[in-house]
């Protein structure tokens, strides 16, 4: 299985709502990460896990509240946020590293992304 | 700050032509460049990667080729089909946080017209 799968694809949600997204992979991979792409703009890391343990968080607002339940999955908690936060939420996996490297390519593997939408 | 830049933005070309699409990036102190496809409002698909060390990757019709020191890549794309059309990503990639930590260019859209 080469894939990552996030789910909802689409998510429409007011500014009092709380959700969350979720991202699944089993390549084995014990880094994920958050990115957020808003409309014709490059993706902006938001959130690195690396052995389950939040390694880098890129100053990110904490009405977006990440967790690594497992190797396998990632989820991110959303509670009062801001039409702004409208935008492509992209979920990637890769090897993780340890030091100056695992000698690994660590290519990173997005899933498709949730759309959201907040009213 | 790394800051990547990919020149053109947009590009627009009759099937079968021969491209070559640019990035730079400001600090050399990079671990990897990565290149990505994006088709409209979906996720992102790897093209190629290069590590540091390397000079270019190739993978069927795409060419990568990453000059560290000068801060640049390019991806030259044979034979342009339509299918090609998408936005193209290059990412620059450092080692920190246990993870391989992306930085993303600006992007070019290319149209491939039949």
């Known amino acids: 299985d080469t894939e990552v799968t996030q789910t909802p694809k689409h998510l429409v949600m007011g500014m009092t709502n709380k959700k969350s997204l979720k991202c699944e992979q089993h390549m084995g991979h014990r880094a994920m990460y958050w990115y957020k792409q808003k409309a014709k703009k490059p993706p902006e890391l938001m959130f690195v896990?690396?052995?389950?343990?939040?390694?880098i968080n890129e100053s990110v607002p904490s009405r977006f509240s990440p967790e690594c339940p497992n190797s396998s999955l990632l989820n991110l908690h959303l509670h009062a946020l801001q039409p702004e936060d409208s935008a492509l939420y992209l979920c990637?996996?890769?090897?993780?590293?340890?030091?100056?490297?695992?000698?690994?390519?660590?290519?990173?593997?997005f899933g498709a992304g949730s759309r959201l939408t907040v009213l | 700050k790394q800051e990547v830049t990919q020149i053109p933005a947009a590009l627009s070309v009759p099937e079968g032509e021969n491209l070559v699409l640019n990035c730079s990036f400001t600090d050399s102190a990079i671990y990897n460049l990565q290149w990505f496809r994006q088709d409209p409002g979906k996720g992102l698909t790897s093209l190629l990667l290069?590590?540091?060390?390397?000079r270019e990757q190739t993978s069927g019709r795409l060419n990568a080729s990453l000059d560290k020191s000068s801060g640049r890549s390019t991806l030259y794309i044979a034979a342009s089909q339509p299918g090609d059309s998408a936005t193209y990503l290059c990412?620059?990639?450092?080692?920190?946080?246990?993870?391989?930590?992306?930085?993303f260019g600006t992007g070019t859209q290319l149209k491939v017209e039949l």
């Open positions: 896990y690396s052995y389950e343990k939040l390694s």
């Open positions: 990637a996996s890769s090897q993780a590293t340890s030091g100056q490297g695992a000698g690994g390519a660590n290519v990173l593997t």
């Open positions: 990412a620059v990639g450092i080692l920190t946080g246990g993870g391989n930590k992306l930085t």
């Open positions: 290069i590590q540091s060390s390397q």
